[in-house]
């Protein structure tokens, strides 16, 4: 296997997908392998098709393979960088084949991936860490009572991503086609009382030492729910640094770090919260978060002077080294404004 000093290192990067995020995981994938090139990374695209084959290059090509033939190609690469967001990817489910066939990968592990995934499970961790949740009920196909819902609520399917089937509901008339929205998404729902904030991300970075790195923190500024219309359809302002005085920018950074950690994170992962007048409240964990340029992860760290060719190349650095005990002490640093 090659080393990042040497002159090549031979990186797989993934994208696509059998989920919702199919689209916004080929961005990902595209724009990170075009950033990658020219440099001493020798990129192999590769594409999960929404029907679950593996292709060569940055769509689905006329020659699909097995996936006894993803591993194979796998196998043959130093790295893997898997920008998979959603199920059969961001939960864990690539890292468990990368794992399998024995290769490094950037980002989180099988437990941490699945446990992120689940928004359920996630508020359960926070909780339990102390930190603020906003009220909820988890609703399945055998249990959808919602006689004792008090509205507004948001609905939303408990394992999918960029905002698909996320639903702000505020008259109970509009309660049954929220969720069928979500429960279209998945087996299992979450209904959430409305928690009134400021979003605030922030992300958080883990080095191989067993040190943190927290980037700027970015604020998403729009009107009403931040969901799959206002992502990607140019209506909401992100703004980096957020504006917040040291205490909370103190506290919010403190919580993600803990957060991360609870969940067992690897990687950079993308914690997001409401900043509401009695505190930070947990909205999700993103362990594959979008990662284009104009993705939040990356703004967040350019703000702080690391560009997208150099996160990139911290991360696949990282990744090469993981496999080195991580040592205790865990210090938090803080880039620079």
Not at 55 to 75: C, I, K, M, Y
Not at 76 to 89: E, I, K, T, Y
Not at 211 to 235: H, M, N, Q, T
Not at 310 to 335: F, I, N
Request: proline residues 6%.
């Amino acid at each position: 296997m090659t080393s990042p000093t040497t002159t090549t290192t031979r990186v797989a990067v993934v994208g696509g997908g059998t989920s919702s995020e199919h689209d916004v995981s080929l961005a990902s994938a595209a724009a990170a392998a075009d950033a990658l090139r020219g440099g001493p990374w020798d990129v192999v695209p590769l594409t999960i098709g929404r029907d679950g084959s593996w292709h060569h290059g940055a769509g689905e090509g006329e020659h699909p393979f097995d996936l006894s033939g993803a591993v194979r190609v796998l196998s043959g690469c130093d790295v893997v960088l898997p920008l998979v967001h959603g199920r059969g990817g961001e939960d864990g489910t690539l890292a468990a084949l990368c794992e399998l066939a024995g290769v490094p990968h950037v980002g989180s592990g099988v437990g941490a991936g699945a446990i992120a995934m689940d928004k359920w499970v996630t508020k359960l961790v926070a909780a339990d860490l102390g930190l603020g949740v906003a009220p909820g009920r988890l609703l399945t196909a055998a249990d959808q009572a919602t006689d004792h819902l008090t509205l507004p609520v948001v609905v939303k399917p408990v394992s999918a991503g960029s905002s698909h089937g996320v639903t702000l509901v505020h008259r109970r008339e509009d309660l049954d086609g929220a969720l069928r929205a979500a429960f279209a998404l998945g087996t299992r729902v979450l209904v959430e009382d409305l928690v009134v904030g400021r979003e605030i991300d922030v992300a958080v970075l883990g080095r191989p030492d067993g040190s943190r790195v927290v980037a700027p923190a970015l604020e998403i500024v729009c009107d009403g729910v931040f969901d799959a219309d206002a992502k990607y359809g140019g209506e909401a302002d992100f703004r980096v640094p957020a504006s917040l005085d040291p205490a909370q920018r103190a506290e919010l950074e403190n919580a993600a770090v803990r957060v991360y950690d609870a969940l067992g994170c690897r990687g950079v992962a993308r914690v997001d919260f409401f900043l509401t007048v009695t505190g930070p409240v947990l909205n999700e964990v993103n362990t594959i978060p979008g990662f284009t340029p104009a993705s939040q992860v990356p703004r967040m760290f350019a703000a702080a002077g690391t560009s997208y060719p150099e996160l990139l190349a911290m991360l696949l650095e990282d990744a090469l080294l993981e496999d080195q005990p991580l040592r205790a002490g865990r210090p938090v640093a803080v880039l620079q404004r």
